[in-house]
T-cell receptor, first 114, second 111 residues
């Protein structure tokens, strides 16, 4: 298995909803990432987990809450989002030590906040 | 000044042309250089991954890194309409976690 999968593909939610995005990889990678991408912009790093520990939080608002239950799974819990949070949310993974920068991306979840 | 500069285009070429995509950067600590291809409404796909200076070839794609000039390039030979996408350069230092992306160049290959 050489891919990163993300569910759901699309998500529409209201500002009072709670929802979660899920990411999974079975490549044995030990680093996993969440990125946010707005239209015609490059991906922006949100969080990095390395060996299941949160290593980077790029000053992301607390309405986004990451979770890494095990080395294959990464979740992003969403609560009380704003319309400006609408974007493509990308998950990525990489092998880990000595190879963090070779990242493989999933197809993304397209989020719309009404 | 941004850490990574990339012309957003769009760049339009006829089928079969050689395409040259470029990025410049300012941080001399960058050691790892990547090129990603992103189709509309899809996730980025890693095309090329190089360490330090030099050339790397993979099929129709050639990546070049010139650290002395802080300049990287991606060449696409015999371009095809299926190459129409946004190409993102990306780079990181030896610490690894943080990858800095260029703005992306939109490429259109006309049949």
């Amino acid at each position: 298995d050489t891919e990163v999968t993300q569910t759901p593909k699309h998500l529409v939610m209201g500002m009072t909803n709670k929802k979660s995005l899920k990411c999974e990889q079975h490549m044995g990678h030990r680093a996993m990432y969440w990125y946010k991408q707005k239209a015609k912009k490059p991906p922006e790093l949100m969080f990095v987990y390395s060996y299941e520990k949160l290593s980077i939080n790029e000053s992301v608002p607390s309405r986004f809450s990451p979770e890494c239950p095990n080395s294959s799974l990464l979740n992003l819990h969403l609560h009380a989002l704003q319309p400006e949070d609408s974007a493509l949310y990308l998950c990525a993974s990489s092998r880990g030590k000595s190879s963090y920068n070779e990242q493989f991306f999933g197809p993304g979840t397209r989020l719309t906040v009404l | 000044q941004k850490e990574v500069e990339q012309d957003p285009g769009p760049l339009s070429v006829p089928e079969g042309a050689i395409v040259s995509l470029n990025c410049t950067y300012s941080n001399s600590a960058f050691q790892y250089f990547m090129w990603y291809r992103q189709y509309s409404r899809k996730g980025p796909e890693l095309l090329m991954y190089t360490y330090s200076s030099g050339n790397k070839e993979d099929g129709r794609f050639t990546a070049q890194v010139d650290k002395s000039s802080k300049y990287i390039s991606l060449f696409i030979r015999d371009s095809q309409p299926s190459d129409s996408a946004t190409y993102l350069c990306a780079m990181s230092d030896t610490g690894g976690f943080k990858t800095i992306f260029g703005a992306g160049t939109r490429l259109f290959v006309k049949a």
